[in-house]
């Protein structure tokens, strides 16, 4: 699904125009982003949780030429989904 469909499948289940939904889903992704950039988790309930975490320095083998090569420390985002997502997934998601 990209941006567009799922723009106008939100728009269609909640009842307001495809524009509004659209000024709507960019504010929040704007607010969640502000909270990533203070290194703030977001939590969304029934969803899971986005946080910023940081990867350490480590040593890389190119499996090619076997050059050996330290990647510097950078932060990542990750998601924990909530357990009845995880359940949801198990189960194939059909529920």
């Not at 499948?9 to 607010?31: F, R």
């Not at 083998?61 to 510097?72: E, K, W, Y």
């Amino acid at each position: 699904m990209n941006n567009k469909e799922f723009i106008a499948a939100l728009a269609a289940k909640a009842g307001y125009s495809q524009e509004d939904t659209q000024k709507l889903v960019k504010t929040t992704l704007a607010a969640m982003a502000d909270n990533f950039e203070a290194g703030e988790p977001v939590q969304v309930s029934g969803f899971g949780t986005f946080e910023v975490k940081k990867r350490l320095e480590r040593v890389m083998v190119n499996p090619s030429t076997g050059l050996r090569m330290l990647v510097p420390p950078k932060l990542v985002l990750n998601f924990k989904p909530t357990a009845s997502i995880k359940e949801k997934l198990k189960k194939g998601g059909n529920e």
